[in-house]
């Protein structure tokens, strides 16, 4: 089994002018606005905007477009984070668990971390019986490889930032 496409790329890191900050800024606002809206709030010509989010995308700067969903509106309330400590596992079986997550429709994330939990993942639910049913299925395919999880589920959201700030 080949290894897991990641969304995150690492490598040589781009530098970013204030030109480009004030574009993606915009686009983290709100990114289905046209690229003559943002020339407009930018100040920027509408030839620079298009160019600068074209090199953007080219160079992985920008990764995806998407919409924010209110999932709780859509009969989901619950969105709970479960983290997962692996024991005796390979490149192998990491690939497996991995794939098998990402083929779950109520499993919205899913990532690998450092520290004491190996896997982070979120689960989109209706009821706590919908979420048992999915949590129980991924303890029993991968009780072999699973040590230990902690569950927290998410109550409210105060703080939704943007990747901006820091740069």
Same mark, same amino acid.
């Given at each position: 089994m080949k290894g897991i496409q990641p969304l995150i790329e690492y490598g040589e890191k781009i530098t970013l002018d204030s030109k480009d900050k004030l574009i993606l @800024?915009?686009?983290?606002?709100?990114?289905?606005?046209? =690229?003559? &809206? =943002?020339a407009k709030k930018t100040k920027? +010509? $509408?030839?620079?905007?298009? /160019?600068?989010i074209?090199? %953007? @995308? &080219?160079? &992985?700067?920008i990764r995806m477009y998407h919409a924010v969903v209110n999932s709780s509106k859509l009969g989901y +309330? %619950? /969105?709970?984070?479960i983290l997962f400590t692996l024991t005796? *596992?390979?490149v192998e079986e990491e690939n497996k668990l991995i794939s098998y997550l990402k083929q779950q429709k109520n499993i919205t994330y899913v990532d690998k971390m450092t520290g004491k939990w190996d896997l982070a993942i979120a689960i989109l639910s209706k009821n706590f019986k919908e979420f048992d049913d999915v949590l $129980?299925? =991924? $303890? %029993?395919? *991968?009780?072999? =490889?699973? &040590?230990? *999880?902690d569950v927290g589920t998410i109550i409210q959201e105060y703080k939704y930032d943007y990747v901006t700030d820091l740069i």
């Open positions: @800024e915009q686009l983290q606002l709100n990114a289905r606005q046209s =690229i003559s &809206k =943002i920027l +010509p $509408r030839d620079v905007v298009k /160019y600068r074209k090199k %953007m @995308e &080219k160079n &992985k700067v +309330p %619950m /969105y709970t984070y005796n *596992f390979g $129980r299925d =991924i $303890r %029993m395919k *991968f009780s072999h =490889i699973i &040590k230990d *999880f």
